[in-house]
């Protein structure tokens, strides 16, 4: 007969902590390939960049000689009025926006129609027999 020797105890893995999972899923986002510009997202957002890019380009070419200084505080000031940062900013922040699917938001809209009719008739019943308690309490002869 054949000598069997012990068998090796198994070592479990200690599991993670909720910082290493942390790390880890930046690490996987970091190195994935980011996600290439869908046609409708660079035409609808082709005309705010059409729209800068004149205060842009002359605030930064005016704005190095010392005598047109002030006419690119102009270009500058033109475009805050007309809030042209702001407008791009926006348009970069919506694009980062993560939109619920078809299937998703029908569901969210379903329970909140749901909430929103539970709570109704709660308060519907709860003013009926509180005013039913008061009427009697307040009309009932002595």
Known sequence: MADNPKPKKRRLK?????????????????TSKPKKKGKLKSIIGWPFKKIAWPFKKAGKFLGRYRVFRFIAKIFKFLAKILLINYFISSW???????????????????????FAIVFG????????????LFKSLLLSKH
């Not at 019943?125 to 005013?131: C, P, R």
Request: no cysteine.
């Open 14 to 30: 200690a599991p993670q902590t909720v910082r290493e999972k942390a790390q880890s899923k930046a690490s996987k986002t970091e």
């Open 92 to 114: 970069k922040e919506l694009k980062l926006v993560t939109w619920p699917s078809r299937r998703e938001s029908l569901r969210l809209t379903f329970a909140v129609l749901a």
């Open 121 to 132: 008739a709660l308060v519907a019943t709860l003013d009926y027999g509180l005013s039913h």
